[in-house]
């Protein structure tokens, strides 16, 4: 599985974006996949998950209300939309693949073997 992640850039403080992660390689029924970030000097931080064939989603508390994941099967494309941004959500956005194993395993780094090589969002204050 190949998976590329776009759409980070500058955005002002209270503004949106949307990031992408296009998936190629293999089929994902069985898949999860994430979302992550990791800001400097800080430990990569789950920010939410979609089941691939059912759709049902999961979110940390810290985005929670402000993010949205969704995903588009004919694309093979997940999708974080990101409103109210703030500051604090400068970071490094990784999207990740891995194989469903309830949601407990699905918030931490190693339910995922697949991994995006990162966009850029910087939240201006």
């Known amino acids: 599985v190949q998976l590329q992640a776009f759409g980070g850039g500058l955005v002002q403080a209270g503004g949106s974006l949307r990031l992408s992660c296009a998936a190629s390689?293999?089929?994902?029924?069985?898949?999860?996949m994430g979302w992550f970030r990791q800001a400097p000097g800080k430990e990569r931080e789950f920010l939410a998950c979609?089941?691939?064939?059912?759709?049902?989603?999961y979110y940390a508390d810290s985005v929670k209300g402000r993010f949205t994941i969704s995903r588009d099967k004919a694309r093979n494309t997940v999708y974080l939309q990101m409103n109210s941004l703030k500051p604090e959500d400068t970071a490094v956005y990784y999207c990740?693949?891995?194989?469903?194993?309830?949601?407990?395993?699905?918030?931490?780094?190693?339910?995922?073997?697949?991994w995006g090589q990162g966009t850029l969002v910087t939240v201006s204050s």
């Open positions: 979609i089941r691939w064939n059912t759709g049902s989603t």
């Open positions: 390689g293999r089929t994902f029924s069985s898949y999860v």
């Open positions: 990740a693949a891995g194989t469903w194993r309830g949601i407990t395993i699905a918030t931490q780094e190693y339910a995922y073997d697949h």
